[in-house]
């Protein structure tokens, strides 16, 4: 027993940790291995609208859980079994809110196990971008299952391009119109590979000043004429509609071509079938930036909450 000067020390050093314990945010309380609570701070108080020194002695799961005996699934029974500190999410309807619940053990002089300390922190924020991302995951596997359906299912070729890189990837139609493969096969393949060295005068003659650079730099579509070659060197006709995106601060070209070596369709039909593929690009890059930045808030959420 410490006297005199010793004893006034240790009063303030009680009474400065009891000011920093009921000034936590999180709840916290610290119970036998009978369940019993023996201190419990304010924040947890105020969950129950208790004073703290009237929690003294009621049995924890009682009071969280609403059960006469202890919660199987807390992380407070498993502490009590192999004396181990666990750190576990918890979702019972009884508490009201997700939380995230750690059990660190405390022992006596011997070494034996003598109590639990229990700290719960609110992570309903977390828990709601997480839900969140789970809708906008779920949202844009739908839309990018309709968009790979009109994707593939066109019968012209579509591709998207980044600029100065080659192609990022085709549909189906352009891995036959070319004379590829497979997908694989197509985008190892720069459109120049695609392309005579040269373009003959007449019908098509219009595309000689359009280049891909300046096409890169300007908003808007690009419709014109131009003579395409398959890797088996046999050259074709072919109208492109070519589309420039800036989509999370980059540049994603999109060029649609279709065969017009026996017959020139109408050209509205072809521009109201790539908006309805514009569209649908548009809302399937603009739904996984989405789910970047929920990803990125559920990173601080965890970072800032210790979750590993």
Known sequence: MAFGKDAKRDDIAVEEWNVIFDAIDDAI????????????????????DIAPEKLIGKKCYELVHKMDKPWPLCPFEKTKLDKKTHVERVDDPNIGFPVLVTTSPIFDRDGKLAGIVHIAKNISDYAKAQEDLEKEKKALEESETKYRAIYDSSTDAVMLLEPGDGFIGGNRAAIRMFGCKDEAEFVSHTPADFSPEYQPDGALSSA????????????????????????????FDASVLLIRMELGGEIILQATVRDISGQKKNEAELKKKVDELERFIKVTVGRELRMKELKAKIARLESKLGIK
């Not at 119970?31 to 969950?47: E, V």
């Not at 359009?210 to 004429?225: C, L, P, R, W, Y």
């Open 29 to 48: 309380f610290v119970a036998d291995i009978d369940n019993n609570i023996r201190k419990a701070n304010r924040s947890f108080a105020k969950l129950y």
């Open 208 to 235: 000689k000043s359009v280049e891909m650079t300046d096409i890169a730099a300007k908003n808007g579509s690009h419709f014109f004429e131009w003579k395409h070659k398959r890797i088996n060197g046999e050259e």
